[in-house]
């Protein structure tokens, strides 16, 4: 008969493949938030947001049609940007990708101003419709129309924009960026050529132990060439010698 607790697994053994971590994650949610902001501020540029009549007394009232373009020039930019910034959350992670989430909320908090000058009416409209609109000194302004579909279409791009940014600033380590091909190949021969001697360090250090379970996993095909191409040898078992 085994003595007690001869066959009681290691708690550590049980624990291994739960405490594994998984696989990164790639921020789909905020580049899909980003994406739909971007084409939701395109939009509002390209529609008409204020409409204005205007008579100089000599000539028929004519009709002015100020679309989010003209009324806030930084719509078109800010959309582009917004792009880019999925680009750049792709390609980084860590405190950079916090970074571009700050960056993309203060663009967002940007992009809601001309929502609420309209809203709470301190933009003054008519008077900054007719100098947009470069009407002359004897020109006056009789109606001013402003078509509130896409002053909320802009409120709502911003407040994705917003969402995405928070969303960002939050991002937990375990996120992925890019795949490692499109890296500089001078940084990757450098950092697979520093896993191979962290391979053999490793491997030294594991000599000694009798569960071959701690044995870490082989390096990629792709790691070894690249250490071969940095001038490292992965076959070799004693990386600091030197003849």
Do not use: C
Not at 1 to 14: E, F, K, N, V, W
Not at 96 to 108: D, E, P
Not at 122 to 129: L, V
Not at 219 to 226: A, C, M, N, Y
């Amino acid at each position: 008969m085994s003595a007690p607790g001869a066959d009681t697994p290691d708690p550590g053994d049980l624990a291994g493949p739960a405490a594994a971590p998984g696989p990164r994650r790639y921020p789909v949610g905020p580049a899909a938030l980003l994406a739909v902001a971007a084409a939701l501020l395109w939009a509002s540029s390209r529609l008409t947001w204020v409409t204005m009549v205007s008579s100089d007394g000599l000539t028929e009232p004519r009709t002015h049609a100020l679309d989010g373009g003209v009324w806030f020039g930084a719509l078109t930019p800010l959309a582009l940007v917004l792009l880019a910034a999925i680009a750049a959350m792709f390609a980084t992670r860590g405190w950079l990708r916090r970074v571009v989430g700050v960056v993309v909320a203060l663009l967002a908090a940007v992009s809601a101003v001309p929502w609420f000058a309209l809203v709470s009416g301190h933009s003054r409209t008519a008077e900054r419709a007719a100098r947009l609109a470069d009407l002359p000194a004897r020109a006056r302004v009789d109606h001013v129309t402003t078509s509130w579909l896409p002053v909320w279409l802009s409120l709502a791009g911003a407040l994705a924009a917003f969402v995405a940014g928070a969303l960002l600033a939050r991002m937990p380590e375990t996120t992925a960026r890019l795949s490692g091909k499109y890296e500089n190949p001078v940084f990757r021969r450098a950092a697979a050529a520093e896993r191979v001697a962290g391979q053999h360090n490793r491997g030294e250090e594991q000599s000694v132990r009798t569960d071959p379970s701690e044995a870490d996993q082989p390096l990629s095909e792709r790691v070894l060439w690249d250490a071969l191409d940095a001038g490292a040898d992965p076959t070799d078992d004693d990386p600091g010698r030197r003849r």
